[in-house]
């Protein structure tokens, strides 16, 4: 039987700025993957949450987050609609049972989700509720849990914190999380901005040079049993 992944994701687009290199090299080896993405999206943008009034926006966005996660071959994606960053107005337990039930559906064996420093809030209440989802009791199905940084946003902080201590060679698999990240044109920029084409390709290839590798993703490991 294979492993399988699943990713936890506040916003759309977090996937794949922080791990859809490494999924998709996986699911190129037999893994099945999943995404979960917890946020609406967008409806930060205004003075007020205005849902109603950004009902096609949001229904584009739900486009996208299926084309994206599609080109790599993302088996199904759970999408929530928790108001968009502004995860701290919510209660934390409300978040933590649509992960346990996400994880009871598909019994994960390993999980990418946020850096736990993260500048963004809805960032650091996934971490916190990922955790408390998979605590780990004799029956938890999940054995590898790692954290990924999203460009402008784990860099944005300071005092800067994240220390990787688990990279992925995604040199073979590069393209397809570019690709994958062309089906966000709402969410992409221009370059300079972290999160742009040539942006994400730069850190990949700044994360390479750390470990002798053309093009990486890094994480910092939070839990491994073996």
Same mark, same amino acid.
């Given at each position: *039987?294979?492993?399988?992944? =699943?990713?936890?994701?506040?916003?759309?687009?977090?996937? !794949? #700025?922080?791990?859809?290199?490494?999924?998709?090299? =996986?699911?190129?080896?037999?893994? +099945?993957?999943? %995404?979960?993405?917890?946020?609406?999206?967008? %409806?930060?943008?205004?003075?007020?949450?205005?849902?109603?009034?950004?009902?096609?926006?949001?229904?584009?966005?739900?486009?996208?987050?299926?084309?994206?996660?599609?080109?790599?071959?993302?088996?199904? !994606? &759970?999408?929530?609609? &928790?108001? /968009?960053?502004?995860?701290?107005?919510?209660? #934390?337990?409300?978040?933590?049972?649509?992960?346990?039930?996400?994880?009871?559906?598909?019994?994960?064996?390993?999980?990418?989700?946020?850096?736990?420093? /993260?500048?963004?809030? /809805?960032?650091?209440?996934?971490?916190?509720?990922?955790?408390?989802?998979?605590?780990?009791?004799?029956?938890?199905?999940?054995?590898?849990?790692?954290?990924?940084? !999203?460009?402008?946003?784990?860099?944005?902080?300071?005092?800067?914190?994240?220390?990787?201590?688990?990279?992925?060679?995604?040199?073979?698999?590069?393209?397809?999380?570019?690709?994958? *990240?062309? +089906?966000?044109?709402?969410? #992409?920029?221009?370059?300079?901005?972290?999160?742009?084409?040539?942006?994400?390709?730069?850190?990949?290839?700044?994360?390479? *040079?750390?470990?002798?590798?053309?093009?990486?993703?890094?994480?910092?490991?939070?839990?491994?049993?073996?």
């Amino acid at each position: *039987m294979s492993k399988k992944i =699943l990713i936890v994701a506040a916003h759309p687009d977090d996937e !794949v #700025l922080g791990c859809f290199g490494s999924v998709a090299k =996986l699911i190129k080896e037999g893994y +099945e993957a999943y %995404t979960l993405i917890l946020g609406e999206g967008k %409806t930060s943008r205004d003075k007020t949450r205005q849902v109603y009034t950004k009902k096609d926006e949001i229904k584009e966005l739900n486009v996208e987050i299926q084309k994206a996660n599609d080109i790599i071959g993302i088996k199904k !994606v &759970f999408i929530e609609s &928790f108001p /968009d960053n502004r995860f701290d107005s919510v209660d #934390l337990i409300d978040i933590i049972k649509v992960i346990s039930k996400v994880k009871e559906e598909i019994k994960p064996d390993i999980i990418f989700t946020h850096y736990e420093h /993260d500048l963004n809030i /809805d960032h650091q209440i996934t971490y916190k509720a990922v955790i408390t989802a998979t605590r780990p009791m004799s029956d938890e199905c999940v054995k590898e849990i790692y954290s990924f940084e !999203v460009l402008s946003s784990t860099e944005w902080n300071y005092p800067l914190s994240f220390s990787p201590d688990t990279f992925f060679d995604i040199t073979s698999t590069i393209d397809l999380k570019i690709e994958a *990240m062309k +089906e966000y044109r709402s969410e #992409l920029c221009e370059y300079p901005h972290p999160r742009s084409l040539e942006g994400i390709y730069l850190n990949s290839k700044y994360q390479g *040079m750390r470990v002798g590798k053309k093009n990486v993703e890094a994480f910092k490991t939070i839990r491994v049993i073996k």
